[in-house]
Antibody
Framework: QLQLQESGPGLGKPSETLSLTCTVSGGSISSSSYYWGWIRRPPGKGLEWIGS???????YYNPSLDSRVSMSVDTSKNQFSLKLSSLTVADTAVYYC???????????????WGQGTLVTVSS | DIQMTQSPSSLSASVGDRVTITCRASQGINNYLAWYQQKPGKAPKLLIY???TLQSGVPSRFGGSGSGTDFTLTISSLQPEDVATYYCQNYNNALTWTFGQGTKVEIK
């Protein structure tokens, strides 16, 4: 059974860079059937897709975050990572990693998801 | 960008009631729609993809329908364990993936 687990600091300061890692267990991150994605949920708001990465390093980013987002993959550790720069309080959210299922050669729905990690941006 | 609008934003219903949640896309998305359930303090769980295909293990009281711009998620007989927030998600656009704002379901 595939499982994903987010890790990283729970607190960040404005203008700094957030770094999160997602560790995948129970399956290989190097499968051609999946991308791997990050999604967040700010307090009291809905879900927002941040970006997705293929094991080869190919990425899609949300255009509204594109200038601040960077994702990478480490197949040897079965992990993928997110960096979000120039943090503001609006980046406070629960951050989830998820498997982005590929169908007809492009990513579609997300399944399964990690438990999520709360990141608070505050000075 | 394609916008996804859910209604209502919240609802309260009795155990055994039939519950319907609507998701409307700002432009046609064929049947490229998924539904998720998020219980308090838990990760979202995929319920339905391709607008009407039930994910393995999801109870049959959940059903999805629609195509183009208008979609519905139906719970045929609401159970206490169905208390959650439900989200739709569009995957028609090859470059971005967007969610509705969520519908919170409570027991009356």
């Amino acid at each position: 059974q595939l499982q994903l687990q987010e890790s990283g600091p729970g607190l960040g300061k404005p203008s700094e860079t957030l770094s999160l890692t997602c560790t995948v267990s129970g399956g290989s991150i190097s499968s051609s059937s999946y991308y791997w994605g990050w999604i967040r949920r700010p307090p009291g708001k809905g879900l927002e897709w941040i970006g997705s990465i293929f094991y080869s390093g190919s990425t899609y980013y949300n255009p509204s975050l594109d200038s601040r987002v960077s994702m990478s993959v480490d197949t040897s550790k079965n992990q993928f990572s997110l960096k979000l720069s120039s943090l503001t309080v609006a980046d406070t959210a629960v951050y989830y990693c998820a498997r982005h299922v590929r169908y007809h050669n492009h990513p579609n729905w997300f399944d399964p998801w990690g438990q999520g990690t709360l990141v608070t941006v505050s000075s | 960008d394609i916008q996804m609008t859910q209604s209502p934003s919240s609802l309260s219903a009795s155990v055994g009631d039939r519950v319907t949640i609507t998701c409307r896309a700002s432009q046609g998305i064929n049947n490229y729609l998924a539904w998720y359930q998020q219980k308090p303090g838990k990760a979202p769980k995929l319920l339905i993809y391709a607008a009407s295909t039930l994910q393995s293990g999801v109870p049959s009281r959940f059903g999805g329908s629609g195509s183009g711009t208008d979609f519905t998620l139906t719970i045929s007989s609401l159970q206490p364990e169905d208390v959650a927030t439900y989200y739709c998600q569009n995957y028609n656009n090859a470059l971005t993936w967007t969610f509705g704002q969520g519908t919170k379901v409570e027991i009356k």
